[in-house]
């Protein structure tokens, strides 16, 4: 299996920037998409951006413009570059990664963000 590890979340003011960071590592055959999602309480988990095999990304309407998802190939690493950064973007941020279609996907235990005056 695929482990997952994610960093950079914290407690952050509205307008500011946070980086997260997702490393992969353990059985990995291939990536075929690694991506973001969040999950705040009470609501359930929705993608915040994702990068698929081939260089298609997605983003939710709700960060395009202020976050950026990249992927280090490399370091079997993703980020997420969040910018301008507002209250509702609170929730505990999940990395998944598949490495195929029939892969049901693996998940990090997840970071904390805090967006709060």
Same mark, same amino acid.
């Given at each position: ?35 973001? !999602?969040? &999950? ?5 988990? #929705?993608?915040? %951006? ?5 260089? +298609?990304?997605?983003? *939710? ?17 993703? !980020?997420? &570059? ?5 209250? #509702?973007?609170? %929730? ?5 990664? +598949?490495?195929?279609? *029939? ?15």
């Amino acid at each position: 299996q695929v482990q997952l590890v994610e960093s950079g979340g914290g407690l952050v003011q509205p307008g500011g920037s946070l980086r997260l960071s997702c490393a992969a590592s353990g059985r990995i055959f291939s990536i075929y998409a690694m991506g973001w !999602y969040r &999950q705040a309480p009470r609501k359930q988990r #929705e993608l915040v %951006a994702r990068i698929i095999s081939g260089g +298609r990304i997605n983003y *939710a309407d709700s960060v395009k413009g202020r976050f950026t998802i990249s992927r280090d190939d490399a370091k079997n690493t993703v !980020y997420l &570059q969040m910018n301008s950064l507002k209250p #509702e973007d609170t %929730a505990t941020y999940y990395c998944n990664t +598949r490495s195929s279609l *029939a892969d049901p996907g693996s998940w990090g235990q997840g970071t904390q963000v805090t967006v709060s005056s």
